[in-house]
């Protein structure tokens, strides 16, 4: 396996790993961001060792749609693509991202990550 692609996987790892830290410490807009970022990093690993290249975006649907992934693994990235900005920004929406996101919706949306996580290990 390419340096490259092992070192995407392990960012989205990391970023996983540090998912769950804050969702375990009620940081739950944090908990979302690192969620579609270890989602988007995964994803790009899959990417390049299917294609060899690298494309810079963060639409997980996009990238999803070039490696192939199945419906539901499309319909998961929609879902975290939705996300990114609110997590992010405190001008998207209204509210401060800490005040949009909870257990709920965030616990979701790190399920979908880890999904995502688990169907491109199988597909690099």
């Not at 579609?36 to 996009?62: P, R």
Request: charged residues 30%.
């Amino acid at each position: 396996m390419k340096e490259e692609i092992k070192r995407w996987i392990g960012l989205a790892k990391d970023d996983f790993k540090s998912a769950e830290i804050n969702f375990n410490n009620k940081r739950y807009y944090v908990c979302v961001f690192l969620s579609q970022q270890s989602a988007e990093k995964i994803l790009k690993a899959v990417l390049i060792s299917k294609t060899g290249k690298l494309i810079k975006t963060h639409d997980l649907f996009f990238i999803a749609r070039k490696v192939d992934a199945p419906e539901n693994i499309l319909k998961m990235c929609e879902k975290l693509n939705n996300v990114y900005l609110d997590a992010r920004y405190g001008d998207v929406g209204g509210k401060l991202p800490s005040k949009k996101f909870n257990m709920k919706n965030s616990i979701e949306l790190l399920k979908h990550a880890e999904e995502i996580l688990k169907w491109s290990k199988q597909n690099i």
